[in-house]
């Protein structure tokens, strides 16, 4: 059984940090991309920041480049992959998922979710 466990979400003023983590157990993960992914409240679900397979390319959307860093620690069934984000902004407000398939930039291609973490930014 495959899970992910989102963790690190908070508040923040503007220009803070915050730094996710997301634990994931039952796959080889080493084999799949593992993403972030964010939502606020009334809009769809966006693309952040990817990984592919371990020690692989890292893709970030153009809102967070030069802010956020994807990392990933993987093991034989396990990974752990963080987000730190810098310069945090109120537009960065999201609910923030973790994700693992086989896709990098688009949610239909990840194939199994967390539950998210809040990330709430203040002016």
């Known amino acids: 059984q495959v899970q992910l466990v989102e963790s690190g979400g908070g508040w923040v003023q503007a220009g803070g940090s915050l730094r996710l983590s997301c634990a994931g157990s039952?796959?080889?993960?080493?084999?799949?991309?593992m993403g972030w992914f964010r939502q606020a409240p009334g809009a769809e679900r966006e693309f952040v920041a990817a990984k592919d397979w371990s020690g692989g390319r890292t893709y970030y959307a153009d809102s967070v480049k030069g802010r956020f860093t994807i990392s990933r620690d993987d093991a034989e069934n396990s990974v752990t992959v963080y987000l730190q984000m810098n310069n945090l902004q109120p537009g960065d407000t999201a609910l923030y998922y973790c994700a693992s398939g086989n896709g990098v930039l688009v949610a239909r291609a990840y194939d199994y979710w967390g539950q998210g973490t809040q990330v709430t930014v203040s002016s």
């Open positions: 039952g796959r080889t993960f080493r084999h799949y991309a």
